[in-house]
């Protein structure tokens, strides 16, 4: 689970800096100005920074699962409903075709 202890850790930072050139990056939620101003401060213009809708409507079919990465927050926080669903079957979709998910 998430804790606000873990902010400003840099966890972001680092996965936006070790994605693979042009990976979806998924936010955790669909407000995106913060990630795509960071990753533009750190050269990564690149990247295609999408919300947590990009799971919903199953924008990914079609994607190398080895250009996805997921933000660390989305990954241990707690989903409800249709979200979390939608979210399992995303997570076991990129486990089944790479290992790259929130590194510590």
Not at 44 to 60: A, C, F, H, P, T
Request: with cysteine; aromatic share 14%.
């Amino acid at each position: 689970m998430y804790s606000r202890s873990q902010r400003g850790t840099g966890r972001t930072t680092k996965q936006i800096k070790e994605a693979p050139q042009g990976a979806y990056f998924v936010w955790c939620n669909n407000v995106l100005w913060y990630p795509r101003q960071l990753a533009a401060k750190l050269g990564r213009e690149d990247l295609n920074v999408v919300g947590k809708s990009w799971i919903m409507g199953e924008r990914y079919y079609g994607v190398d699962p080895e250009r996805i990465v997921l933000d660390h927050y989305i990954v241990e926080s707690t989903l409800g409903g249709s979200e979390k669903k939608a979210y399992d079957y995303f997570r076991n979709y990129v486990r089944a075709h790479t290992r790259r998910e929130a590194s510590s």
